[in-house]
C-alpha cells in the first residue's frame, strides 16, 4: 500500500518538530543519566522512591502503546465504540490487583513478582513464569513494535512494504535501547510522563482539527453517529453490545469475564506493568498507582475512539461533509489515521503527530526491555552466580536490555507476516496487540491465582498450568482449530464452523490452566500428610 502525501507532504517544519521531540528525548535522558544507579535494585525499582501520580501516568502510558493511536481510531472508523466496554473488566481487574497481588508483592519484598511464586511453590515455579513472562512480552511488545513500524515506513518510504517495514523495526528497536540502557526504570517513567503529554496532546490536536474540517455542529454530528450502521446491526454509537455472538470479541459478557481475565495478567502477573507499582514507598502507594492509571487511561482511550468516529464522518459520509470531502478515496482501516496526519494536517502539525505516535509506541517498548532485562537477571542470572558486585550486575542486566532489544526486532519482523493472515480472519490492529497476550496470560493468571487465594499448587502443577494455558490458547487459533476440530467425534464438523474471539480463548485457556494448578498439593498439605 503506498499512502501519498498531500500538496505539502512532511514539510522542513514537521522534520524540524519530529527532530525537536528526539533532541527532547535525548536531554531528558542526559539529565537523568547523571545519576548513575547505584546497582541492580536502583536500576531497577528506582529505590521505591517514586511518587504515585508518575507511576499512574507511566502504567497509563505502557498499557495504551501505539496500538491505541493507530488501533484506537481503526476500531471505531470500521466498528463502533463496543471495545470501550472493555474497561469494565479492567475495572473489575484493577480493584483485584490493587487489594491482593500489590500487597502480596510488597510483603514478600520481591524484585520481579515471580519470586512470589518461588516462596510459594519453589524454584522450578518461578522460573517456569519467569520464561512464560519473558515468551508472553516479546509476543506483545513485538506486536507493538510492528505496528509503531508503520507509520514510520511510511514516513521515510512512503508505503508499508515488508522489506521497508523491517528497516523502520531495526532503527526503532535501536533507539529503543540505546535510552533505556540510560538510567533504568526511574528515566523511564520520566520519560513517560513526557511522551504521555505528547501523545495525548497530539490526539487532541487531531480531533480540534477534524472537528474544524467537518462542517457539522455537535448535534448534527452526534445524530448523524447515532443513525449510522456499525456491526451487526448496531450504531456508530453502540457501547454496550449484549450479543452472545461467540466470534464477537466486546460484548457484556466478554467484559466481565474474558477481559477481567486479561487485565488481571495485564496489573496482576506482566512485570512490564508490575515494575512500575513496585517503584513506589508502599504497598498502599503501588496500588493506587494502578488504580489511577486505570482512571485515567478511560478518557484517554475514549479520545481515540471518538477520533475514529470523526474519521469515519471525515472519510465516508460525503453526503455529509459536502464540498469539505477529501478529494481522494477512503483509506482502508488500519491506515485512516495515519493517511489523515499526512494529507490533512497543517504544516508543522503532523510533525506533532508523529511526534506523539512515537511516544506511544517507544514508551511502551523501554519499558518491557527494561523488565524483561530485570527478569531474567534476578530469577535466573543471579541465583545461578550469587554473591557478585552489585556493578557486575548492573552490567548483566544492560547487557540483557540490548538482547532482548534484538529478540523483539525479530519478533517484530515476523508480524509484518503473522498480522496479513489474522487480519483474513477480520482481527484490528488492536484485536492482533491484544490476542497475542493470551498465549502467556492463561497460564500466569492461573498460577498467581492459584497461589494467592488456595493453599493448592506446586511446581510441578504450576509448571504443567503455564504450558497447559499456552497450549490451549494455541489449540484455538483460527488455523489450528480448523485442523483439529473437524476430527472430534459426534459433532466434528459444526464445532469447526465455531469462531471463538480472543477474550473467550483466554477465559476457557485459563479456566484449563487453574484446574490443572490445583491439583497439586500445597506445601503445607504436603508435609502434613507425609
Known amino acids: 500500500m503506498v499512502v501519498l502525501l498531500g500538496e505539502g507532504g512532511f514539510t522542513a517544519l514537521d522534520w524540524g518538530v519530529l527532530a525537536g521531540y528526539f533532541a527532547l528525548l535525548l536531554a531528558t535522558g542526559y539529565a537523568l543519566a547523571r545519576r548513575t544507579p547505584s546497582g541492580s535494585a536502583e536500576y531497577f525499582l528506582a529505590g521505591r522512591q517514586m511518587p504515585v501520580w508518575a507511576v499512574a501516568v507511566s502504567v497509563l502510558a505502557t498499557s495504551l502503546s501505539a496500538a491505541t493511536f493507530i488501533g484506537g481510531p481503526q476500531q471505531a472508523y470500521e466498528g463502533n465504540l463496543t471495545y470501550l466496554s472493555a474497561s469494565v473488566g479492567a475495572l473489575l481487574a484493577v480493584g483485584v490487583v490493587a487489594l491482593f497481588f500489590v500487597p502480596a508483592f510488597y510483603r514478600s519484598d520481591v524484585s520481579t513478582v515471580y519470586e512470589l511464586l518461588e516462596l510459594r511453590f519453589g524454584m522450578g515455579a518461578k522460573r517456569a513464569a519467569s520464561a512464560m513472562f519473558m515468551v508472553g512480552r516479546v509476543f506483545a511488545s513485538g506486536a507493538r513494535v510492528f505496528i509503531v513500524a508503520i507509520p514510520a515506513s511510511m514516513i521515510a518510504f512512503q508505503d508499508d512494504d515488508?522489506?521497508?517495514?523491517?528497516?523502520a523495526i531495526a532503527v526503532l528497536s535501536a533507539v529503543a535501547v540505546g535510552y533505556t540502557l540510560v538510567g533504568g526504570i526511574r528515566s523511564i517513567i520520566w520519560t513517560d510522563v513526557i511522551q504521555t503529554s505528547v501523545f495525548v496532546g497530539a490526539a487532541l490536536a487531531a480531533a480540534g482539527v477534524?472537528?474544524?474540517k467537518i462542517p457539522l455542529g455537535t448535534g448534527e454530528l452526534v445524530s448523524a453517529l447515532a443513525s449510522s450502521p456499525g456491526p451487526r446491526g448496531t450504531s456508530k454509537?453502540?457501547?454496550?453490545?449484549?450479543?452472545?455472538?461467540a466470534s464477537a470479541s466486546y460484548t457484556l459478557w466478554t467484559a466481565v469475564l474474558g477481559f477481567t481475565i486479561l487485565n488481571l495478567g495485564?496489573?496482576?502477573t506482566d512485570h512490564d506493568l508490575v515494575q512500575r507499582m513496585l517503584t513506589c514507598r508502599s504497598a498502599v502507594r503501588g496500588s493506587w498507582s494502578a488504580v489511577l492509571g486505570i482512571l485515567v487511561g478511560l478518557p484517554v482511550t475514549a479520545l481515540f475512539m471518538i477520533l475514529g468516529l470523526l474519521l469515519y464522518v471525515f472519510y465516508t459520509r460525503a453526503d455529509l461533509m459536502g464540498e469539505a470531502a477529501p478529494g481522494y478515496g477512503a483509506p482502508a482501516g488500519k491506515e485512516v489515521f495515519l493517511t489523515f496526519i499526512l494529507r490533512e494536517m497543517p504544516a508543522g502539525m503532523a510533525g506533532v503527530m508523529l511526534a506523539g505516535l512515537f511516544a506511544a509506541g517507544?514508551?511502551?517498548?523501554?519499558?518491557?526491555l527494561n523488565a524483561m532485562s530485570a527478569t531474567l537477571l534476578n530469577d535466573f542470572y543471579r541465583p545461578l552466580r550469587p554473591g557478585l558486585s552489585e556493578r557486575h550486575y548492573l552490567a548483566v542486566g544492560r547487557l540483557g536490555v540490548v538482547a532482548w532489544g534484538a529478540v523483539l526486532g525479530a519478533f517484530a519482523c515476523a508480524c509484518v507476516w503473522w498480522y496479513q493472515a489474522m487480519r483474513e480472519e477480520g482481527q484490528t490492529l488492536i484485536d492482533f496487540a491484544l490476542s497475542v497476550m493470551s498465549f502467556a496470560?492463561?497460564?500466569l493468571v492461573a498460577v498467581f491465582a492459584t497461589a494467592i487465594f488456595t493453599r493448592r499448587g506446586s511446581a510441578a502443577s504450576a509448571v504443567a498450568a503455564l504450558g497447559v494455558g499456552f497450549?490451549?490458547?494455541l489449540a484455538m487459533q483460527p488455523w489450528a482449530w480448523r485442523a483439529w476440530a473437524p476430527l472430534t467425534p459426534v459433532y466434528g464438523e459444526r464445532l469447526a464452523e465455531v469462531r471463538l474471539?480472543?477474550?473467550?480463548?483466554?477465559?476457557?485457556?485459563?479456566?484449563?490452566?487453574?484446574?490443572?494448578c490445583c491439583m497439586g498439593r500445597g506445601r503445607a498439605a504436603a508435609a502434613k500428610e507425609a
Do not use: E, F, K
Request: no cysteine; charged share 0%.
Open 162 to 167: 515488508p522489506g521497508h517495514m523491517v528497516a
Open 210 to 212: 477534524l472537528l474544524w
Open 237 to 245: 454509537l453502540t457501547v454496550l453490545s449484549l450479543s452472545t455472538d
Open 266 to 268: 495485564a496489573y496482576g
Open 362 to 368: 517507544l514508551g511502551s517498548l523501554n519499558s518491557a
Open 441 to 443: 496470560y492463561a497460564g
Open 471 to 473: 497450549a490451549a490458547v
Open 501 to 516: 474471539a480472543y477474550p473467550w480463548q483466554l477465559l476457557i485457556a485459563t479456566a484449563l490452566a487453574t484446574a490443572v
